[in-house]
């Protein structure tokens, strides 16, 4: 290729690569830093609330510090999502948002950390790890038996004659200096593995798209479209992404594989080399497969909401309603192509269509807000604050909550003179204070300390039905007027203040 077809090349990188924009926006250091922060190390996703409050105390400090950041924590993820530094989804368990890093966001925040720490640019840990790698890639793709038997004999040979040396002449470590390259070689491999995570949940949620967008579009018969379907979610899972996935989830389900690398892990933070390496890439290290699992988990979650939202939009036939809307809205467009070499674009047709989104409109019909205008000039002056009445206070939570202190002592009061009650029995002897709401208190207190009382006249071969009777209360607001209700039969057993220790001390 000559330099002037590699050069413009380069120039299309620069405008697709969605890493060199994010370096190129606004604030870009700024917002690589904070992001980093909150969603680059333990924590990968958090909710939108617990992200608007951590970015909120950073953009105070930051203003403190004199940058110049105008709008909340809010505006400014939300701007974050529209440039490509965070993905938005919606919680499984919670009804909100949760936000994580994409892909090109990864890769940003790992270029930038490799420009603050260079890594030395030849290393005898690395090329020790490619040549590693290279032979054992070059013998388990042979394809002749003869000479894998061999290799694996020569391999076998080296082994028996490292055992005669450590028996002879004892163990020598690795030196510390060689020890630390090598445990920053595998601690700058752990740190791109997110990225990779980020990559395929990105390439699931396109292939999602994608095969939704297909199925919509498809004019074949429904059984060839389900065909498809199927097809589309297999071809996911043995896309390059898939496969990538499918390996790493298949290693981190292994118990075996669990105990042998926190063995090793733990076996390393013991070793003399460790304090050169640093506490915090020790922990990493340590915490590491427990956070892949975690995010492992996260994907695999995401490839089964993907099939479970592909079946239930051919079950539910929602691709029908989407497929006759794309009918309508293509409908106008085609007419418009017919109509184009007849009709100039600005030729009045004499019909007003009424939009329902926001009217832009010039800015110098704005009027600006003054605060003296609706400011009120009168002084404020201390008002007379009436003596507490804890009789009335007692009164107005009556109006809004049910007194179970009294309906508990009124249970109690009958029971003491009677072995078993329900609630129409202590209704006879406490009526209803509180009108409905006494009731809704009786038979709350009846599910949980009483037990249900069966129909009597229910013939014996038949299972035992719940008895039914009748109750009544009268209207707190209006005297004299008297309500009643049909409620399952509940009774009280003993009383509740023996039944729940400390209660009647505390009601008391």
Known sequence: MSGAGRALEQLELFDDAPVLALLRADNAPITLALLETHLGQDERSRTAAELYELLDADLDELRFHGQDLPRSAQQYCKTWVEQGYLTRRAAQQ???????LTESA?????????????????????????TDRLLQLAQETDPDAGRRITALQEQQERIAQQIRTLQEHGASPLPISQAVEAAEELYALALDVPSDFARVRAEFERLHRSLRLELIEHDGPQGEILD???????????????????AFHSMLISP??????HAAA??????????????????????YLGRLQQESHQVRHAMIDLSRSLREFVRSRQFEQYRALGDVLRRPQ????????????????????TL???????????????????TADDDLSAADAEPLDLEHLREVVRESEIDLAELTDAVDDVLAWRDTATIGEVLSVHPATQGLASIVGLLLLAQRHGEPVTDETADADEDPAPATERVAWDLPEAPGQRRSAVITALRFTRPISAAVPGLAKELT
């Open 266 to 287: 733990d076996a390393l933070a013991t070793r003399d080399f460790a304090s050169h390496l640093g506490a915090a890439k020790i922990r990493f290290l340590q915490n």
């Open 94 to 100: 919670e009804r909100t948002e949760l936000f994580s």
């Open 334 to 353: 085609r007419l418009s192509l017919e109509l184009a070499p007849f009709v100039r674009p600005h030729h009045r047709i004499g019909v007003g269509l």
């Open 256 to 261: 075996v594989l669990e105990q042998r690398y």
């Open 106 to 130: 990864h890769q940003a925040i790992r270029f930038l950390a490799d420009l603050a720490s260079p890594r030395e640019a030849v290393t005898r840990s690395r090329l020790s790890l490619l």
């Open 228 to 246: 498809q379907l199927f097809l589309g979610v297999d071809a996911v899972e043995d896309s390059e992404a898939g496969r990538s996935f499918a």
């Open 356 to 374: 329902s989104t926001f009217t832009p409109r010039s800015v110098g019909q704005l009027r600006l807000l003054s605060p003296a205008e609706v």
